[in-house]
């Protein structure tokens, strides 16, 4: 019996959901006023460009982009000369955007949590499974390349 996982996408739905709800019924107090709120469009844009480019990567050399199914090929060209996980780090990019749009102190705890699930529960998992698949070739472009920046 195959269990279903809930994959990254979902995890940042809910976290935009929970950012928006908490700034409106738990505010806490407002740190970025009107228009400077604005800027959060900023990080947003570059989320999402970032989050582009990256899948275009790895369907350039059609490899899965789902994780925890395996890779055939170990992508470390474009973005991923900077992090090893663009994508995870455009959405948390993506979500640091909304919350300043937001501009409320509580939302920012959702950006904190979403960064530190996906680093436990997708990034460490993946790594170890591209270094079993890749053996030395992960092994070296991880002591070439950062985990997030």
Not at 51 to 66: E, H, Q
Request: aromatic content about 12%; charged content about 15%; proline content about 6%.
């Amino acid at each position: 019996m195959t269990t279903k996982r809930i994959l990254p996408p979902a995890y940042a739905f809910l976290s935009i959901i929970a950012i928006v709800g908490l700034h409106h019924w738990m505010p806490i107090r407002r740190i970025i006023p009107s228009p400077w709120n604005w800027m959060g469009v900023v990080p947003q844009g570059v989320g999402m460009a970032i989050i582009l480019i990256a899948a275009n990567a790895f369907a350039k050399v059609n490899t899965t982009i789902r994780p925890f199914e395996e890779s055939v090929c170990l992508v470390t060209d474009g973005l991923f000369r900077v992090s090893r996980n663009p994508i995870y780090l455009g959405v948390v990019l993506t979500l640091l955007g909304t919350a300043v749009l937001m501009g409320s102190l509580t939302p920012y705890a959702v950006v904190l949590l979403f960064f530190k699930l996906m680093d436990v529960v997708f990034v460490r998992t993946e790594e170890r499974m591209l270094e079993d698949r890749f053996g030395e070739a992960y092994v070296a472009y991880k002591q070439q390349v950062r985990r997030w920046i």
